[in-house]
């Protein structure tokens, strides 16, 4: 409706842009559809190297293989903590294209060194988390798209293609692995992400306007911008933010640690096999998909929403303690049904911020909401891997038919009474969330004090040129993002 009013150069450089389609108006406008086969497409592709990536860490790192998992992962997640701000004030200025294909091609990048290399492939995984903030991007692309009433459907729609990618992939990968073996899995996840990055090179149209981008090319990236404590060093100007990101911290922190060891804990305790792993996480995704559609849609209607965040922290709690108690195979299938449901508490945590929060002061708490979850992302892979070294839970030798530990009969191995030390734990962590979030209030209008009101007006000038919505709305991610290698 707008597009009558683009001055002429920037008319042309649309049409240059979609010329190859020929319907420069239509054809070439971003879609929610774009950002939901990107994001299908690199998870997949991760997917599917389930199972070699659990044979690749035993093998590289045979005695301290939880201790060196949670490392890497810690490594990777503190790098995308610092680096998320940065690269969502340059996608402000720059578009959103060219860095989801940066995002893109470093988080593939680590793919084929699987085989290549085992030892580079893990110091990649490391370095990539530089530029592994996708998910940042993507709702960025998809708040330039939307209008602002749409916006929760499209996040809600990435976020169930995120779990679905994770429903098949993994069944898929063992399948290859068990009948072709790894290299086949790792050949196949690795043309799944050039057929990704090709996408998103060829395909995927810029969401950002070019007016807006024009008007702001060559704006100075302010340091408050690209700082990623920015966020953190508010936390205290208000008593309900305080509680809120609190709370986030102690959920999110066990949940993070979780999803970076909680495959191998399947493999070397549980000692399920690379196609019960799968089936499991298919089992997982599946439930998670209705919980945080229908059954999220219907608590937040009947309980009210703060009572669903209560709710989602109450299965999180009874899932860490089932895990950390659970010594048979049934205790894990019905713990991961738990687990599923437990997804329903962050969305509702957004939900809830989103309604005591002035109208002016969504950005800020939501940023300061992501940069929590950031540095747990950090945080949580490395505190479970050190907790696992200090109860000596080691990979045993597996076989490699099976995945199942190789078991000598004349020593029977006695299980511990607490086979899952790090998931009690966080079980705790958790319990103090569930009382720190029974006293945040669930109607008041928050005012987040700024640092003065000069920096808040210079500040403000140097962002009216951007768009200011994917500041805001892109910090929604789903709880399985960080389940992302």
């Given at each position: 409706?707008?597009?009558?009013?683009?001055?002429?150069?920037?008319?042309?450089?649309?049409?240059?842009?979609?010329?190859?389609?020929?319907?420069?108006?239509?054809?070439?406008?971003?879609?929610?559809?774009?950002?939901?086969?990107?994001?299908?497409?690199?998870?997949?592709?991760?997917?599917?190297?389930?199972?070699?990536?659990?044979?690749?860490?035993?093998?590289?790192?045979?005695?301290?293989?939880?201790?060196?998992?949670?490392?890497?992962?810690?490594?990777?997640?503190?790098?995308?903590?610092?680096?998320?701000?940065?690269?969502?004030?340059?996608?402000?200025?720059?578009?959103?294209?060219?860095?989801?294909?940066?995002?893109?091609?470093?988080?593939?990048?680590?793919?084929?060194?699987?085989?290549?290399?085992?030892?580079?492939?893990?110091?990649?995984?490391?370095?990539?988390?530089?530029?592994?903030?996708?998910?940042?991007?993507?709702?960025?692309?998809?708040?330039?798209?939307?209008?602002?009433?749409?916006?929760?459907?499209?996040?809600?729609?990435?976020?169930?293609t995120f779990a679905a990618s994770l429903v098949t992939s993994p069944a898929i990968g063992a399948y290859l692995s068990a009948n072709y073996?790894?290299?086949?899995?790792?050949?196949?996840?690795?043309?799944?992400?050039?057929?990704?990055?090709?996408?998103?090179?060829?395909?995927?149209?810029?969401?950002?306007?070019?007016?807006?981008?024009?008007?702001?090319?060559?704006?100075?990236?302010?340091?408050?911008?690209?700082?990623?404590?920015?966020?953190?060093?508010?936390?205290?100007?208000?008593?309900?933010?305080?509680?809120?990101?609190?709370?986030?911290?102690?959920?999110?922190?066990?949940?993070?640690?979780?999803?970076?060891?909680?495959?191998?804990?399947?493999?070397?305790?549980?000692?399920?096999?690379?196609?019960?792993?799968?089936?499991?996480?298919?089992?997982?995704?599946?439930?998670?998909?209705?919980?945080?559609?229908?059954?999220?849609?219907?608590?937040?209607?009947?309980?009210?929403?703060?009572?669903?965040?209560?709710?989602?922290?109450?299965?999180?709690?009874?899932?860490?303690a089932w895990y950390g108690f659970g010594s048979e195979p049934w205790m894990m299938w019905a713990a991961g049904t738990v687990a599923a449901?437990?997804?329903?508490?962050?969305?509702?945590?957004?939900?809830?911020?989103?309604?005591?929060?002035?109208?002016?002061?969504?950005?800020?708490?939501?940023?300061?909401?992501?940069?929590?979850?950031?540095?747990?992302?950090?945080?949580?892979?490395?505190?479970?891997?050190?907790?696992?070294?200090?109860?000596?839970?080691?990979?045993?030798?597996?076989?490699?038919?099976?995945?199942?530990?190789?078991?000598?009969?004349?020593?029977?191995?006695?299980?511990?009474?607490?086979?899952?030390?790090?998931?009690?734990?966080?079980?705790?962590?958790?319990?103090?969330?569930?009382?720190?979030?029974?006293?945040?209030?669930?109607?008041?209008?928050?005012?987040?004090?700024?640092?003065?009101n000069t920096r808040k007006i210079s500040t403000s000038n140097n962002l009216q040129s951007l768009n200011p919505l994917p500041a805001s709305?892109?910090?929604?991610?789903?709880?399985?993002?960080?389940?992302?290698?």
């Amino acid at each position: 409706m707008t597009q009558e009013k683009i001055p002429t150069e920037t008319n042309d450089i649309m049409l240059v842009r979609n010329m190859r389609d020929g319907t420069p108006h239509t054809t070439g406008r971003a879609k929610v559809s774009h950002a939901v086969v990107v994001i299908f497409l690199e998870f997949f592709a991760w997917g599917l190297l389930t199972t070699p990536m659990l044979t690749v860490l035993h093998e590289t790192f045979p005695q301290h293989t939880f201790l060196m998992n949670g490392l890497i992962q810690g490594v990777k997640g503190l790098l995308s903590f610092l680096s998320a701000p940065l690269i969502g004030a340059l996608s402000d200025v720059w578009g959103r294209k060219s860095f989801l294909l940066v995002t893109v091609f470093f988080t593939c990048a680590p793919i084929p060194l699987m085989r290549i290399s085992p030892w580079w492939y893990f110091a990649m995984i490391s370095v990539s988390g530089v530029f592994a903030v996708t998910f940042s991007v993507i709702f960025a692309y998809v708040a330039d798209i939307t209008e602002e009433h749409e916006r929760s459907t499209a996040y809600g729609l990435v976020s169930a293609t995120f779990a679905a990618s994770l429903v098949t992939s993994p069944a898929i990968g063992a399948y290859l692995s068990a009948n072709y073996g790894d290299s086949l899995v790792v050949l196949v996840a690795t043309i799944i992400a050039v057929v990704d990055i090709a996408f998103v090179l060829l395909v995927v149209p810029e969401s950002l306007p070019d007016k807006m981008r024009l008007t702001s090319w060559g704006s100075p990236i302010s340091w408050e911008q690209a700082d990623p404590f920015a966020s953190l060093r508010r936390v205290g100007k208000d008593p309900t933010v305080l509680l809120i990101c609190v709370t986030v911290f102690l959920s999110y922190l066990p949940e993070a640690g979780q999803y970076s060891s909680f495959f191998l804990y399947l493999r070397q305790v549980i000692e399920f096999s690379p196609a019960v792993i799968a089936a499991f996480i298919a089992m997982v995704g599946i439930l998670s998909i209705i919980a945080q559609t229908l059954l999220l849609t219907y608590f937040m209607r009947t309980i009210g929403n703060k009572n669903t965040v209560l709710l989602g922290l109450g299965f999180q709690l009874f899932q860490l303690a089932w895990y950390g108690f659970g010594s048979e195979p049934w205790m894990m299938w019905a713990a991961g049904t738990v687990a599923a449901m437990s997804s329903i508490t962050f969305p509702a945590v957004s939900a809830l911020v989103s309604r005591i929060a002035a109208s002016d002061q969504q950005g800020c708490v939501q940023g300061m909401i992501t940069g929590i979850r950031g540095l747990c992302n950090g945080l949580g892979p490395a505190l479970y891997g050190f907790i696992f070294f200090l109860f000596n839970v080691e990979l045993n030798e597996l076989d490699p038919m099976t995945g199942r530990n190789k078991s000598t009969p004349q020593e029977p191995s006695e299980k511990p009474t607490i086979p899952g030390p790090p998931f009690l734990f966080g079980a705790c962590l958790v319990l103090l969330a569930l009382l720190v979030a029974i006293f945040i209030p669930d109607h008041r209008s928050m005012a987040v004090k700024t640092y003065t009101n000069t920096r808040k007006i210079s500040t403000s000038n140097n962002l009216q040129s951007l768009n200011p919505l994917p500041a805001s709305e892109e910090d929604i991610e789903p709880l399985l993002q960080d389940s992302s290698m």
